[in-house]
């Protein structure tokens, strides 16, 4: 994977989602943010809120990872098994349910619309990160997993896998939003 061009993906894919939360979901009445289809589902704020648990781990070990990674800009990207599985687990193309961890799950939280602010405020954090690692070795193993801290991912693992959980989820809030509108219509 060259490394430029993977930055650019990762930064318009950002801005994408970005784009969705202020053209859909930020006007959306409470009611359709917090309708689920049953009682296991997710509704719109708890498929955010589930991202903005994992951006609270893995923004700043992110931070981290590329203070520490020594400067370097390699052509190309290199994803080991451990990074290659993980973001295949939650592709958008490879779909398939996965078990969350029950301190990432926030079914039947309380919510409310400052899950979406701190959502965006995540958004802008990852953007700037993506920016710095266009200085940096992205192929160093220097991000912890979060559920089991003595496996590490590479920067540039780190980050896709970020990106795509978080269009992974977008999708699924998406199709909440939708599902709640059409039941109002």
Not at 2 to 27: A, C, F, G, V
Not at 122 to 149: I, M, R, S, Y
Request: hydrophobic letters at 40%; one cysteine or more; aromatic letters at 6%.
């Amino acid at each position: 994977m060259n490394t430029n061009s993977t930055l650019k993906k990762l930064e318009s894919e950002i801005l994408e989602m970005e784009s969705q939360m202020r053209q859909q979901i930020e006007n959306a009445d409470d009611t359709a943010l917090n309708w689920k289809a049953n009682a296991e589902s997710w509704s719109v704020l708890e498929c955010l809120e589930h991202l903005n648990r994992y951006s609270e781990y893995y923004l700043p070990a992110l931070a981290t990872a590329l203070q520490k990674a020594p400067k370097a800009v390699q052509s190309d990207i290199k994803l080991h098994f451990l990074g290659r599985k993980s973001i295949e687990a939650v592709s958008l193309d490879h779909y398939k349910p996965q078990k969350t961890l029950k301190r990432m799950n926030p079914v039947s939280s309380k919510l409310d619309k400052s899950t979406l602010a701190a959502f965006m405020q995540h958004q802008q954090t990852l953007k700037g990160l993506v920016k710095q690692a266009t200085t940096v070795n992205l192929n160093k193993k220097l991000v912890p997993v979060e559920f089991f801290k003595l496996l590490k991912l590479s920067i540039a693992e780190t980050l896709i896998f970020m990106v795509e959980h978080e269009k992974r989820h977008m999708a699924q809030a998406m199709k909440a939003l939708k599902e709640s509108q059409s039941l109002v219509a």
